[in-house]
């Protein structure tokens, strides 16, 4: 069907959450496959039955797709829904607005866009699983895609469409960190029930044996050399992990620090808790307990908290122990307030060494670099069999090309 004139449309309608531009200056009538804007970027991208372009803006940058008028609202709902209330740390990109009636046929591919903010620092699946040093991420990328859709479900989100290309990858210090990305097919329920649970990883399962194709294919492999049981791996991780969230244990009443343990057992994992609910057992001398987990966002609320710093869960596990590592020498000098000692470490230790990281070539991430400098820290301690200091490793670690950072 070919596009009538812009005159015989209704005007593009905008809904723009506040905070961010107001996209008015954009040719919305036309695809976005056609524009010619100062305002586009060239990134890379993942591989997408739709098109997506990338805008500049002063304080950030924003990612505009166009499909058809149905998905953009479901998927912008959908996408609102996780980032606000009891979901508001659901890994998933955030909305900005929504773009509709840009064509007569709601049903065209262009009727209407949807609008995200970039997330900074990540990339697709194709240059995670072609890139160098896979073999060691292998298992640390299928933990936390694994983990991701297991916080969706928990969320009480059943995705439809979950696949290794519907996600963005970024290092999250020593692990990789998975961000839902494409929503269109997802909905939300309070809960989601085994059988829909299931489903969804059925539909992971097909999909990902259809990506691992993909890259087979493209390096020349026949299908025999695909990594099809990527996907079963992905769903023994997922089952082993809800398993442990899911467990309810019978306690008796003077076993209540059973309770702290799968506390601590779940923040170890990542998991916030929301509710705990203590039931009396049918003989009436036992207690069951179960919770309710909230996101995996344990240790990343936990560092804003003490300190106002904004980061990943990985990212703040690293931070965190930095910052403890700070103030037991604080506490040995005299020093006993974890409050003063965390502003200390913030303003003496942190924002310094993130200032010279910024200012290296090729270090655009400086949390990130900082935390693989933490960790070529603790590896030349060992080493040494002795305490090092972050500043007396930093010479070592610039001169050995940055171990472990990704530019």
Not at 153 to 180: E, K, P
Not at 217 to 237: E, H, N, P, V
Not at 342 to 363: D, F, N, Y
Request: hydrophobic share 40%.
């Amino acid at each position: 069907m070919s596009r009538p004139e812009p005159s015989s449309l209704p005007a593009p309608s905008l809904i723009i959450r506040p905070g961010h531009p107001d996209f008015l200056e954009l040719p919305w009538s036309d695809s976005v496959v056609t524009w010619k804007s100062p305002r586009l970027l060239s990134l890379p991208k993942g591989i997408s039955r739709h098109e997506v372009r990338f805008l500049a803006y002063a304080d950030s940058i924003y990612v505009v797709k166009e499909l058809p008028m149905r998905a953009a609202r479901r998927e912008y709902e959908v996408l609102s829904a996780l980032t606000a209330g009891d979901r508001k740390d659901t890994l998933c990109v955030h909305p900005v607005g929504l773009v509709e009636h840009r064509h007569e046929d709601p049903h065209a591919e262009a009727s209407a866009a949807l609008i995200t903010k970039y997330l900074d620092f990540s990339f697709s699946y194709r240059e995670l699983l072609e890139g160098a040093g896979f073999g060691a991420r292998r298992s640390q990328m299928l933990d936390a895609f694994a983990g991701l859709l297991v916080e969706l479900h928990v969320a009480g989100c059943f995705w439809g469409d979950c696949s290794l290309s519907n996600v963005l990858y970024r290092f999250d210090a020593q692990a990789v960190d998975t961000i839902m990305v494409d929503a269109e097919t997802a909905y939300l329920r309070d809960t989601l029930s085994d059988g829909q649970r299931e489903e969804d990883l059925a539909i992971m399962i097909h999909n990902v044996a259809g990506d691992m194709a993909d890259i087979a294919a493209s390096q020349g492999l026949s299908i025999d050399g695909a990594d099809l049981w990527l996907g079963q791996d992905i769903a023994k991780r997922y089952r082993g992990l809800w398993s442990e969230l899911a467990r309810v244990e019978s306690i008796k009443p003077e076993e209540s620090y059973r309770i702290t343990e799968r506390i601590r057992r779940l923040n170890e994992l990542g998991f916030s808790i929301k509710e705990i609910d203590l039931v009396p057992a049918a003989s009436g001398n036992r207690l069951r307990v179960s919770v309710k987990p909230g996101g995996r966002n344990h240790h990343a609320q936990r560092l804003r908290e003490l300190t106002g710093i904004e980061t990943s869960e990985w990212q703040a596990r690293q931070l965190l122990s930095d910052l403890y590592y700070h103030q037991a020498k604080a506490s040995s000098s005299g020093s006993t307030s974890k409050a003063i000692a965390a502003i200390q470490w913030r303003v003496t230790a942190l924002e310094p060494m993130l200032l010279r990281l910024s200012a290296i070539p090729g270090i655009s991430d400086a949390i990130q670099g900082y935390c693989d400098l933490l960790h070529h820290r603790y590896l030349k301690s060992v080493e040494a069999d002795s305490d090092l200091g972050t500043e007396a490793v930093l010479a070592d670690w610039l001169a050995s090309g940055c171990p472990a950072y990704r530019p």
